[in-house]
């Protein structure tokens, strides 16, 4: 019964108002519980991501390792016969030469190969001496750090007929 | 006695009053007994609550659509990633062939304004060919995809080709003397078949994605192919191929047949190699695609080959028996024709071919008085 006189309500409506209040306070807990798993799932997704960028470059790195121990252009052959792991001395001046004055936008061409990369022959001369020649070298990334491959190759001068031992050295800037 | 009887009669009139204003005000008020209000109350409690699990629906459904779109995104990337890879590896292994793993997602290849470029069949991100000389069909996948690379030589090595097909692609050769010998050269993983002039009605589909016939003239293939094969087909015409060394790329479903017509519509190819990259894809962009890259790689590798031999030519045209090969230059000049002419598009390949000759031969005879040889 209402007491209009004191204007006050009794239990029933005091059961009324908390049973409203108990709808809202349910979706609230299921609004925050809701947010709380999606926070946990966009956390565990981009943990995800960086184990897989990790697992691309490195793929990224062996890939263009291959590629550069595998050039045709480089490789030294005999009577039309390739040798694998073999580079010709000569060659390796060339390809030089031809990235650094750009020929047929080689600089252009070798970069969608390499991306941001260094390669670099190490050949131990006879008389002791180290000749380093740099193939490439390309970075516009904001990553310094690079992983290097290293492939051991022959070395072999074409008009002395004498073979070198040397190592490729292949950075790539993640 | 009368004073106490008008004071009762009064209180009554005053109760009544009270009364009466009691009803007046209630009934200016909406006056709801308690059960009806009970009722309402219950009623906007469930609007309240579908409206909100409405609200939560919508919102998992956005979520699960959105979700969806990313995976695909994501695979897209992953795999293309990864076949890049693997393409890139398989293509160092020369006159190699490999049968890979079930692909199940399927490969488009397009050739177009932003270059060659493959994507998943339902991803939006493209992954851009640069320099990879790899023939295909439009599509691949589904299936096993087969991976077949042969050296592409101007006479110095200059690339491995790579041909991508899958088994849903088959490549049926019209038998003839100018098809004979590009059957023989395709292994036998290939999805291949040889056909008399005259079973050719009796092709039936036999479920593949796409038939590549490969024809001594696309007229053949047009008269006498059923509906349902002629539908998936195109047509690849080796008429030219021992006079002008063109090919033309002919599909049955275009809608500009004229164009067939003219003698821009043949392409030139330089020799067996690409002539086999023309047949594995059976299309005309993507094997112009292909071969601009190539010819870039053949120019590079020329300007390579040319600067060694300028390097050579400086220390061996002293010795008497190299002097004619290195002294006279005549070795620079038929290597920088053979750049000048390695170009796509171009009308013939005819005058590539004849220097890539000129080197080889060259090339043999500076091997006999041991002189460093170009390749």
Same mark, same amino acid.
């Given at each position: 019964m209402v007491n209009i006189k004191n204007n006050k309500c009794n239990n029933n409506c005091k059961k009324g108002q908390l049973q409203s209040g108990e709808t809202v306070v349910v979706i609230i807990i299921v609004i925050i519980m809701i947010i709380v798993g999606l926070v946990f799932f966009v956390n565990s997704k981009n943990g995800s991501i960086q184990t897989e960028k990790q697992n691309m470059n490195d793929i990224n790195a062996m890939k263009i390792a291959v590629i550069a121990s595998s050039l045709n252009e480089l490789k030294c052959s005999d009577s039309n016969v390739m040798v694998k792991t073999c580079f010709d001395y000569y060659r390796l001046k060339a390809f030089k030469s031809t990235i650094d004055a750009d020929k047929q936008e080689a600089k252009q061409y070798y970069y969608f190969v390499f991306k941001n990369s260094k390669i670099t022959v190490r050949i131990m001369m006879f008389n002791s001496t180290v000749e380093n020649v740099t193939l490439y070298d390309y970075n516009n990334s904001a990553n310094k750090s690079s992983t290097p491959t290293f492939i051991p190759i022959l070395i072999n001068n074409p008009i002395s007929n004498e073979n070198y031992f040397s190592i490729l050295e292949v950075k790539t800037y993640s | 006695m009368k004073q106490e009887l008008k004071s009762a009669v009064s209180k009554k009139v005053h109760e009544e009053k009270v009364q009466n204003k009691l009803q007046n005000k209630s009934k200016n008020k909406i006056y709801i007994p308690a059960q009806k209000k009970a009722q309402i109350e219950i009623t906007f409690h469930w609007i309240f609550v579908l409206i909100a699990g409405a609200a939560i629906l919508i919102f998992f459904i956005v979520l699960t659509n959105n979700q969806k779109k990313d995976s695909v995104q994501e695979l897209s990337t992953i795999i293309g990633g990864r076949m890049a890879a693997l393409l890139a590896t398989i293509q160092q292994n020369p006159d190699s062939f490999q049968t890979l793993e079930m692909l199940n997602a399927e490969m488009v290849f397009r050739c177009e304004q932003d270059g060659h470029t493959y994507s998943l069949k339902d991803g939006k991100s493209r992954i851009q060919l640069e320099t990879e000389i790899i023939f295909t069909p439009q599509i691949v996948g589904g299936s096993k995809p087969i991976v077949w690379t042969k050296l592409y030589a &101007?006479?110095?090595?200059?690339? *491995?080709?790579?041909?991508?097909?899958?088994?849903?692609? +088959?490549?049926?050769?019209?038998?003839?003397?100018?098809? #004979?010998?590009?059957?023989?050269? !395709?292994?036998?993983?290939?999805?291949?078949? !040889?056909?008399? @002039?005259?079973?050719?009605?009796?092709? $039936?589909? +036999?479920?593949?994605? *796409?038939?590549?016939?490969?024809?001594?003239?696309?007229?053949?293939?047009?008269?006498?192919?059923?509906? &349902?094969?002629?539908? =998936?087909? @195109?047509?690849?015409?080796? /008429? #030219? $191929?021992?006079?002008? @060394? =063109?090919? !033309?790329?002919?599909?049955?479903?275009?809608?500009?047949?004229?164009?067939? +017509?003219? /003698? /821009? &519509?043949? =392409?030139?190819?330089?020799?067996?190699?690409?002539?086999?990259?023309?047949?594995?894809?059976?299309?005309?962009? !993507?094997?112009?695609?292909?071969?601009?890259?190539?010819?870039?790689? &053949?120019?590079?590798?020329?300007?390579?080959?040319?600067?060694? %031999?300028?390097?050579?030519?400086?220390?061996? @045209?002293?010795?008497?028996?190299?002097?004619?090969?290195?002294?006279?230059?005549?070795? *620079?000049?038929?290597?920088?024709?053979?750049? %000048?002419?390695? $170009?796509?598009?171009?009308?013939?390949?005819?005058n590539l071919n004849s220097y890539i000759e000129a080197i080889n031969t060259m090339n043999k005879d500076m091997a006999k008085p041991n002189c460093p040889t170009i390749y």
């Open positions: - | &101007a006479p110095y090595p200059v690339t *491995q080709i790579l041909y991508l097909s899958d088994e849903k692609t +088959q490549y049926i050769f019209i038998d003839d003397p100018l098809t #004979k010998p590009y059957y023989d050269m !395709l292994p036998v993983n290939f999805e291949r078949m !040889l056909v008399v @002039k005259d079973n050719i009605k009796n092709i $039936t589909d +036999q479920g593949f994605r *796409q038939y590549i016939i490969v024809a001594p003239s696309y007229k053949i293939g047009l008269n006498s192919l059923q509906n &349902a094969v002629l539908r =998936k087909s @195109k047509i690849v015409d080796l /008429s #030219k $191929t021992n006079t002008e @060394k =063109k090919v !033309l790329f002919y599909d049955p479903n275009s809608d500009e047949i004229n164009k067939y +017509q003219n /003698s /821009s &519509a043949w =392409k030139p190819y330089v020799n067996d190699e690409v002539l086999l990259g023309a047949i594995i894809s059976g299309d005309e962009k !993507l094997y112009g695609c292909t071969m601009e890259k190539l010819m870039h790689t &053949a120019r590079i590798v020329g300007e390579i080959n040319l600067n060694r %031999t300028n390097q050579i030519a400086n220390i061996e @045209k002293t010795i008497p028996e190299c002097n004619y090969f290195f002294g006279t230059g005549v070795l *620079q000049d038929y290597i920088n024709i053979t750049i %000048t002419n390695s $170009t796509y598009p171009t009308n013939n390949y005819n």
